[in-house]
T-cell receptor, first 116, second 108 residues
């Protein structure tokens, strides 16, 4: 089935460690996104990529890094520089048409990161 | 400042009790409004896209409508399986903006 796969679903990290969240899609979508979701807040954009080997910072990029070496994959690294990394992370994709065209986003199932 | 506000934050209904969720927005150059459903611990599931004032879309017990300032998600005769958080998002000329969501609980 076509869709977006995020892994791991749950992840625990000690302070000072970097962790990488995986996002793979087989929808043949050009654009991919990473969002962070905290209780009582709307989704906030971390990074997005419109095409392979290109990505842009979103509203809260500090302490995060990404890569886009393949169309299907858009991993997110949460670095030790991120002050408050405990959150629910969502990966999404959409068809081409610019960073914010009119097409809807399709989301993965999310990854919950907890810093111990 | 572009903003999306959803109300109420939480809504409890009895099974069969119809109601509406509100998404009000202040954005320049609206290009589309989306509704999503999100179950606990899951990613949002796409429901509807609305592009212009007066547009309506339906899916089972849900009906979404759009005016120049707000959108409503009407839920007719809800069932317990409709319990979820409903997210609204708008696209303007340069950004996708999400509201905080309305958490709906439908009791049998």
């Amino acid at each position: 089935d076509g869709g977006i796969t995020q892994s791991p679903k749950y992840l625990f990290r000690k302070e000072g460690q970097n962790v990488t969240l995986s996002c793979e899609q087989n929808l043949n979508h050009d654009a991919m996104y990473w969002y962070r979701q905290d209780p009582g807040q709307g989704l906030r954009l971390i990074y997005y990529s419109q095409i392979v080997n290109d990505f842009q910072k979103g509203d809260i990029a500090e302490g995060y890094s990404v890569s886009r070496e393949k169309k299907e994959s858009f991993p997110l690294t949460v670095t030790s520089a991120q002050k408050n990394p405990t959150a629910f992370y969502l990966c999404a994709s959409r068809t081409s048409g610019g960073a914010y065209g009119t097409g809807e986003l399709f989301f993965g199932e999310g990854s919950r990161l907890t810093v111990l | 400042e572009d903003q999306v506000t959803q109300s109420p934050e939480a809504l409890r209904l009895q099974e069969g009790e119809s109601s509406s969720l509100n998404c009000s927005y202040t954005v320049s150059g609206l290009r589309g409004l989306f509704w999503y459903r999100q179950d606990p611990g899951k990613g949002p599931e796409f429901l509807f896209t609305l592009y212009s004032a007066g547009e309506e879309k339906e899916k089972e017990r849900l009906k979404a409508t759009l005016t120049k300032k707000e959108s409503f998600l009407h839920i007719t005769a809800p069932k317990p399986e409709d319990s979820a958080t409903y997210l609204c998002a708008v696209i303007n000329t340069g950004k996708l903006i999400f509201g905080q969501g309305t958490t709906l609980q439908v009791k049998p």
